[in-house]
């Protein structure tokens, strides 16, 4: 399994990944944005030469927000999601302290996944989710430091957080 980035050859199959896994669709216009996106971070997953996933993401101010990740439902359930993960925070090491994601309620194996990983849960986002409606899980793992030391660095250099 390696990470290269999302070329435009990549995303046919990642669409055909994303239309498979997912009720609400990314479309390829939204792929291609999040390509040019300032700070985006757009892998495949590949399996010998094979796309097999991908992730999609955003460094700001030292969080990564894991925007839109999938494994191909004919790769799932072999430890893939936890491999394409573990190389993703090898990765950001020296980019980002922390992740951040959104995930269905509903969506137990990807849950059960991210708190393997070491992702915990710090909010519900009522009705995040369309098509079905549904609310998500706001999930945060720390990298290379403590979920509260990160949370104090946010505040510290946030004046306007603290006072709220």
């Known amino acids: 399994m390696t990470l290269v980035p999302i070329a435009r050859a990549h995303l046919s199959r990642v669409i055909e990944i994303e239309r498979a896994v997912f ?3 990314w479309t390829k216009r939204d792929f291609v944005l999040a390509r040019k996106r300032a700070n985006s971070l757009c892998w495949v997953v590949r399996v010998e030469r094979e796309v097999a996933g ?6 700001i101010d030292r969080e990564f ?3 839109n990740f999938a494994i191909a439902p ?3 359930h072999e430890g893939l999601g936890q491999k394409t993960l573990e190389a993703v925070f090898d990765l950001l090491n020296t980019k980002a302290q922390v992740i951040s994601l959104e995930v269905r309620m509903s969506n137990c194996a990807a849950i ?3 708190k393997k990983m070491g992702f915990e849960t710090v909010a519900i986002q009522k009705a995040y989710y369309t098509h079905p409606c549904e609310d998500a ?3 945060l793992k720390p990298l290379n430091t403590r979920l509260s030391d990160w949370v104090s660095h946010v ?3 946030n004046p306007s957080l603290a006072s709220t």
């Open 23 to 25: 009720s609400r669709p």
């Open 65 to 67: 927000h894991l925007e």
């Open 155 to 157: 505040f510290q250099n």
């Open 112 to 114: 059960d996944l991210y």
């Open 54 to 59: 991908y992730v999609v993401g955003f460094v």
């Open 137 to 139: 899980l706001i999930m």
């Open 74 to 76: 004919c790769f799932q």
